[in-house]
């Protein structure tokens, strides 16, 4: 590999940011295409495949023979809010391989005892995500139905491009929160992309379940993901 390619993948790896080393296995010649980068014909189209599935191969295409080696961010799952269903969330979500952190300012619920063995946060949402930036790699469930906890949150992970944004509450208590998000200016096209009320439709009850229903939303998003979505202001 080219010393610059590898510089450049090792770049995008650690800012969390998909790319695929692409190596013509006719004459050897290498580059990295990164996740949103427009790529012309069958290869362009094969590229595109590759960062949906994650999975690497040699492709054909446009009459020559491609092995593209993908190198994918670990999707992680971060929670707002540190409540029962978050509890029955934290060991789904590690088992699925979505390394959970869970954020709340309330100490008297943010508590080892409560969530051992997780990345617990007992400070505001916005003084932690100035240090643990949110990504299109990033999966943010807000549950605490507090809006002084879990709005601002919302309104980061829309401007990052998390993959998935859900919030729980009803209709009624969403669109209250759709208000709220449109005066702080958010706009209407991004608040349609939470996924509100929260999870999959199972008929879920208990907190176990809807830990269920949600996890299972987040999977099915990051699957069908748009794999060309950027962060606000990031060229596509």
């Known amino acids: 590999m080219d010393p610059l390619h590898l510089k450049k993948l090792n770049a995008e790896r ?3 940011r ?7 296995l006719g004459d ?12 012309a014909g069958e290869l362009g189209t094969a590229i595109a495949d590759a960062f949906g599935s ?9 009459g020559r023979n491609f092995f593209l080696n993908v190198h994918l961010p670990q999707p992680r799952l971060v929670v707002i809010g540190a409540v029962h269903i978050s509890q ?23 508590t080892a005892d409560r969530f051992p063995d997780v990345t617990l946060f007992a400070e505001w949402p916005e003084d932690v995500l100035k240090t643990r930036p949110l990504d299109s790699y990033t ?14 949150a919302l309104k980061a992970a829309l401007g990052a491009g998390c993959f998935y944004v859900g919030a729980l509450g009803s209709r009624k208590t969403h669109a209250r929160r759709v208000e709220r998000l ?15 009320p929260i ?38």
């Open 14 to 16: 650690r800012g969390r």
């Open 18 to 24: 998909a790319a695929i080393l692409v190596t013509d």
């Open 28 to 39: 050897g010649r290498d580059r990295i295409v990164c996740e949103g980068e427009a790529v």
């Open 54 to 62: 994650g999975k690497s191969a040699v492709v054909e295409a446009d």
């Open 88 to 110: 029955a969330l934290a060991p789904m979500a590690q088992v699925a391989g979505y390394p959970l952190e869970i954020i709340d300012p309330r100490t008297a619920f943010a």
């Open 139 to 152: 999966a943010l469930a807000a549950v605490t139905h507090d809006p002084k906890i879990d709005d601002s």
């Open 182 to 196: 449109l005066a702080a200016g958010v706009s209407e096209e991004e608040i349609a992309r939470i996924h509100s």
């Open 199 to 236: 999870g999959l439709d199972i008929g879920a009850a208990s907190p176990a379940e809807i830990a269920v229903a949600v996890l299972a939303q987040v999977i099915r998003t990051f699957r069908s993901r748009d794999a060309a979505r950027q962060p606000k202001g990031q060229a596509a």
